[in-house]
Each structure stands twice: as structure tokens, then as C-alpha cells.
């Protein structure tokens, strides 16, 4: 079974670019959650999405949007790039059903530098 | 987003020793507790969880302590192993998938 796929791997931005990040998630899960990775702010949650719809937002302005497609895979845009914006940008998916279980199964992610 | 304070930031053990490392929270909210190890270069992998009904949960050489009233939990790794050596990262969980991890726990394994 193929795992959770994130591309680009890797991309370089300047300020005030946009960039666009693209989540498959594993076969048959629903639910894909997005989480940035810094040195100094660790993991926080950005959002997840469940069957096309929204089901949680984590505390990030408004910069910072996602959707899902019919078929589970996810994107991320953040627009306005800022510097602070650098991170690995981290997709993870789970079957979604149900109460928390907690059992995400994270990409490799997407590392964003903004110059 | 309530906070989850993971403690240490970096340990070295030798092989063979006993890695501990602790975490508190305070959202009592959350009631699922996992643990995830992430290897440079690499996404996060779960390795174990606990519910807060449970004081112990062992898998292997890892084993979680939970507790409820403290609202404190801890991962111990015994017989620590050089394949060990990775980043170490608990969370909390409530309603969704929306976890809350902590800061991270870099562990060093010397042979």
C-alpha cells in the first residue's frame, strides 16, 4: 500500500509569492490533515479536511488555506509568502471515521524556504 | 491550541540503557495520548498510544505511563538501541484528528 505522497519535496519562494503544496493521501482514508514543522515553533496543526469539508483549523491567518478534492487529495496555498513562512509543510492522513484515534500516517513533507 | 510540555529537549543514553521522557498537559479535553518518532529527513510515525483510562501501556520495549490526576505522561524506552536515535515527540489529542504535540525530545543512543 503506497504511503502518503506530498510534492514538491522541495521549493524556494520570495516574499509575497504564493505557492501551492499537493497531498495524496493513503488509498481509502478520508481524512488529510496539514501541520508546519519549525525549529522554533515545533509541529502545530494548520487544518484538516474530511470528505471535501473543513473539520478543523488550527490557529494560522488567513494566508493560509487548503480544500480537498473528491477523490482525497489535498492542497495547501499560503499566499503573501513571508519569511517566517520557511517550514516543512507536513500532509498526514487516516481513515477519519469516527473519534480520534490519533493513528496519522505523515508524508515527508514539503520544505519551503521563503527568501 | 492548549500547550503540551515536553521535557527533555536532547538525551544521550548508552546502549542498553533506559530513555525517559516526560510530557505534560493541560487541556483536559484531550483523551488520546501518541507518541511519534521522526527520523531526519522523515515524517513523524506513530509508535505508541495511550487512552486515559489506562495507567500503563507497553508494546515492546516501549512503555507509556499515564497520569490522569497529574495530567502528566511519560514514554520509557528500555534496552535503548543506536537504531533508537530520533526525535520524540508526544501529543494530545481530543474530538478530530487535531493533535497537539509537544516540542520534541531529541534522543541520542551511543553504541
Known amino acids: 500500500k503506497a504511503g502518503v505522497t506530498q510534492t514538491p519535496r522541495y521549493l524556494i519562494k520570495t516574499r509575497g509569492q504564493q505557492v501551492t503544496l499537493s497531498c495524496s493521501p493513503i488509498?481509502?482514508?478520508?481524512?488529510v490533515s496539514w501541520y508546519q514543522q519549525t525549529p522554533g515553533q515545533g509541529l502545530q496543526f494548520l487544518f484538516e479536511?474530511?470528505?471535501?469539508?473543513q473539520r478543523n483549523k488550527g490557529n494560522f491567518p488567513g494566508r493560509f488555506s487548503g480544500r480537498q478534492f473528491s477523490n482525497s487529495r489535498s492542497e495547501m496555498n499560503v499566499s503573501t509568502l513571508e519569511l517566517g513562512d520557511s517550514a516543512l509543510y507536513l500532509c498526514?492522513?487516516?481513515w477519519g471515521g469516527g473519534m480520534n484515534t490519533g493513528e496519522l500516517f505523515f508524508g515527508e513533507g514539503s520544505r519551503l524556504t521563503v527568501l | 491550541q492548549q500547550q503540551v510540555k515536553q521535557s527533555p529537549q536532547s538525551l544521550i543514553v548508552q546502549k542498553g540503557g533506559i530513555s525517559i521522557i516526560n510530557c505534560a498537559y493541560e487541556?483536559?479535553?484531550?483523551?488520546?495520548f501518541p507518541w511519534y518518532q521522526q527520523f531526519p529527513g522523515k515524517g513523524p510515525a506513530l509508535l505508541i498510544a495511550?487512552?486515559?483510562?489506562?495507567s500503563e501501556k507497553k508494546e515492546g520495549r516501549f512503555t507509556i505511563s499515564f497520569n490522569k490526576s497529574a495530567k502528566q505522561f511519560s514514554l520509557h524506552i528500555m534496552d535503548s538501541q543506536p537504531g533508537d536515535s530520533a526525535t520524540y515527540f508526544c501529543?494530545?489529542?481530543?474530538?478530530?484528528?487535531?493533535?497537539?504535540f509537544g516540542g520534541g525530545t531529541r534522543l541520542m543512543v551511543k553504541p
Open positions: 498526514a492522513s487516516s
Open positions: 487541556n483536559t479535553a484531550f483523551d488520546y
Open positions: 495511550i487512552r486515559p483510562d489506562v
Open positions: 501529543c494530545g489529542g481530543d474530538a478530530g484528528n487535531m493533535l497537539t
Open positions: 488509498s481509502g482514508h478520508r481524512s
Open positions: 479536511y474530511f470528505s471535501e469539508t
